[in-house]
């Protein structure tokens, strides 16, 4: 048996009812689907603003869900403000009429005091000194104020577009056949091997209770996963496609605008590849898309780019979330150049005239070039492949077009205008004896990495896959300029405030 609540058939026997007959409406969902006009309703929000005129009192209100304040005018205002004595930063419920509005936003809520069923009540105070102010406070400063810094309109835009991002995500991978699995954060390997780990110890009973002092929790050394890589080419070998959007650590004292000590991973893996030009195709197909969604939400009224933009404060800000978008959106696929290709450009290019500045081939590029090759020479993002051998890891196999002269592996890194290396892929080495062969040559200790090791004993096929950090694409479509403002506690070396 079913019946209709509120246009929603929802099922009964067991009086199942619709999360929309118990939740208050968000203010988001009062402005997509007003009341009727004349209507009493009520609203909970934060004060973001207080007017004061002659006949009329006007306080802006938000409660996270938009970008979109709910404007609530008070009748009587000097009576109302004086004895609440109103304060931004407040959270308040106000009851009231819904009217169409005179001003620039199409509703707003009236409270009358001389009318019995209106109300308006504090229900959380804030001290004379709460910090987030109208006047501008600068995102920088915004970060020492850990628990109330996305209050303001840009950090929870941002927020709420991040989880716009996920779902945008969700939704690619879907339609390609993959599946989402979660791989683990605690492992005892180091996928790059850096040593920019992050060891784990316990500090309960179980580590006094020990008889020997080297005795691990875990049984052998732990750490928190720097990327999902190994695990999910495990789980790739049975699933086909995979992919993940995981936190990863890395102890990196690396104190800039695009560096996270703790951060979110997408990593997939792709089986039965055997070119190079699959994984980055299917990369930029992926990035195309979550950035079409976000371009296409800009003209919906609360589409996820409006909100974006209803959130910043200049044309400046605004041109460049456009100019962004479009610079992903290119009509021509974008540009991919091998290593070797990289070092000439520069060197012809950048470095012209500068004899001292000269790269050679098997210097590592530097984020200055890679910004240099983006956003001035191509003005693209454009992919890089075939990196020398000894600047990657053990599991790269050898470049189709491989010269043992000037050896290069199979791999490739996704460079964004502005930002860098957005994303960093390669075909995986299936051979067991090509892949023991790589692991001897850097000198890596096998018995550690005998499950891994296993899996190309074990049928193993072709395959390929990449990791793109999460923080850094929404950095650059958003148009924020320091990773540290795109997630919502950020750890880096020296800072972990809550």
Request: glycine content about 6%; overall charge negative; proline content about 5%.
């Amino acid at each position: 048996m079913s019946i209709t609540v509120m246009n929603r058939s929802v099922w009964t026997g067991r009086r199942f009812l619709s999360s929309l007959n118990t939740l208050r409406p968000t203010i988001r969902e009062l402005i997509a689907n007003p009341p009727a006009v004349e209507s009493e309703i009520s609203a909970v929000g934060h004060i973001k603003s207080i007017r004061q005129g002659k006949n009329a009192g006007f306080i802006d209100v938000s409660d996270g869900s938009s970008a979109n304040n709910l404007a609530v005018v008070i009748k009587n205002p000097t009576e109302v403000l004086q004895n609440l004595n109103l304060k931004i930063g407040q959270s308040i419920n106000v009851k009231g009429q819904w009217v169409e509005s005179q001003g620039t936003q199409p509703y707003e809520l009236v409270f009358n005091p001389n009318i019995e069923s209106h109300e308006l009540s504090i229900i959380g105070d804030v001290p004379d000194t709460y910090p987030i102010q109208k006047k501008n406070t600068t995102i920088q400063n915004l970060r020492h104020l850990p628990t109330i810094r996305h209050r303001t309109s840009t950090l929870a835009s941002i927020l709420r577009f991040r989880s716009f991002m996920e779902t945008k995500f969700i939704e690619f991978f879907n339609s390609r056949q993959f599946i989402k699995v979660s791989p683990p954060i605690v492992t005892a390997s180091d996928c790059e091997g850096a040593g920019e780990q992050f060891r784990i110890e316990s500090t309960s009973k179980w580590k006094s209770a020990q008889k020997e002092p080297e005795d691990f929790f875990f049984g052998k050394n732990a750490y928190l996963t720097v990327s999902t890589q190994l695990h999910l080419e495990v789980l790739a070998l049975s699933l086909n496609r995979v992919w993940t959007l995981t936190p990863c650590f890395r102890a990196e004292v690396s104190n800039t605008n695009r560096h996270l000590s703790e951060f979110w991973m997408l990593e997939a893996e792709i089986c039965n590849v055997d070119s190079l030009r699959q994984v980055t195709k299917f990369s930029e197909d992926m990035i195309r898309y979550v950035t079409q969604a976000v371009k296409d939400s800009a003209t919906a009224e609360v589409g996820n780019g409006q909100d974006l933009i209803s959130s910043r404060f200049g044309k400046d800000e605004i041109d460049k979330l456009n100019q962004r978008w479009d610079s992903v959106l290119t009509e021509n696929e974008w540009p991919t150049i091998s290593y070797s290709e990289a070092i000439e450009i520069i060197n012809r290019v950048m470095n012209k005239g500068r004899s001292k500045n000269r790269l050679q081939w098997g210097d590592s590029l530097q984020t200055v070039h890679e910004k240099w090759l983006a956003s001035e020479h191509f003005k693209s993002p454009v992919f890089i492949t075939d990196y020398p051998a000894s600047q990657k890891p053990f599991y790269m196999p050898e470049s189709q077009d491989f010269n043992p002269d000037k050896p290069t592996v199979a791999c490739f890194d996704l460079i964004f205008p502005e930002i860098g290396e957005l994303i960093g892929g390669s075909l995986r080495e299936h051979s067991y004896d090509k892949l023991i062969h790589r692991m001897k040559d850097q000198g890596m200790n096998l018995e550690d990495m005998e499950w891994f090791i296993s899996t190309r004993l074990n049928g193993s096929i072709p395959h390929g896959g990449f990791g793109m950090g999460f923080e850094r694409l929404i950095s650059y479509l958003s148009a924020m300029e320091n990773v540290k403002d795109v997630i919502p506690f950020p750890r880096v070396s020296q800072s972990c405030y809550c």
